[in-house]
């Protein structure tokens, strides 16, 4: 699962062969982005550390019980506030730096809608 946050960018797998008590794996692309997500949620997420993997295709990432990473969503859910996302993104200090990447992704899934729907994000064509 990918999860895009103001507090960053997430990819979500069920890894018990790393750590059978805690099998949820949050990963990220930089460290910063758990970091963030450990500095809004502390108190949530607990001591759980950030595991440095650079030879990984992640190179931070940290391991999870499943009710914390169910609690984790349902607060990140409770956080939305915004109209925009990527608007959202390009006002946060420590995300703005993802904006591009996040056009180009909402690009490449525009481009996937018209050619599945005929119609683009905006109407015909």
């Given at each position: 699962?990918?999860?895009?946050?103001?507090?960053?960018?997430?990819?979500i797998a069920h890894r018990p062969e790393m750590d059978a008590e805690h099998p949820v794996q949050i990963r990220a692309r930089c460290r910063e982005d758990l970091e963030a997500l450990r500095g809004r949620w502390g108190a949530l997420?607990?001591?759980?550390p950030v595991i440095d993997t650079p030879q990984g295709d992640y190179p931070a990432r940290?391991?999870?019980t499943g009710e914390t990473f169910e609690a984790l969503l349902r607060e990140t859910a409770r956080d939305l506030d915004y109209g925009n996302f990527k608007g959202e993104i390009g006002r946060t200090p420590g995300q703005a730096d993802k904006l591009r990447a996040y056009h180009?992704?909402?690009?490449?899934?525009?481009d996937y809608q018209r050619r599945k729907t005929g119609r683009g994000p905006y109407g015909a064509g």
């Open positions: 699962m990918w999860i895009f946050t103001r507090h960053g960018f997430f990819s997420l607990g001591a759980r940290m391991c999870v180009d992704i909402w690009g490449t899934m525009a």
